[in-house]
């Protein structure tokens, strides 16, 4: 099992900025996608960001439109151990959700999809 342990949440004014971090507990050697999902109270839980590795190579990151230009998901593994990042700038009080990071693992011992605990952003002035 991979656990996840999500930091960074908070308060902060429209305008701010917050780095939202996601550290795997687990040595994971084999491709993967990682992720980072909100959800508001009422609404669908919504992709934010992603972005896949293959060994030591990050790619193909995506970001869903509201976002562009704002965020910035990027990724960094120590011995195989990764820590996943989402820079967010230019905050706005509809950024305001639950943050959840998500790894899915394609294959090997750690194969399945993990989801960190959650951490809370608001944005409000």
């Known amino acids: 099992q991979v656990q996840l342990v999500e930091s960074g949440g908070g308060l902060v004014q429209p305008g701010g900025s917050l780095r939202l971090s996601c550290a795997a507990s687990q040595r994971i050697f084999s491709d993967k996608i990682m992720g980072w999902y909100r959800r508001v109270p009422g609404k669908q839980r919504e992709l934010v960001a992603s972005?896949?590795?293959?060994?030591?190579?990050?790619?193909?990151?995506?970001?869903t439109d509201s976002v562009k230009g704002r965020f910035t998901i990027s990724a960094e593994h120590a011995n195989a151990r990764f820590t996943v990042y989402l820079q967010m700038n230019s905050l706005k009080d509809e950024d305001t959700a639950v943050y959840y990071c998500?790894?899915?693992?394609?294959?090997?011992?750690?194969?399945?999809?993990?989801w960190g605990q959650g951490t809370q952003v608001t944005v409000s002035s």
């Open positions: 998500n790894f899915i693992v394609t294959g090997g011992l750690y194969k399945g999809s993990y």
């Open positions: 972005i896949a590795s293959r060994g030591n190579i990050n790619y193909g990151q995506n970001y």
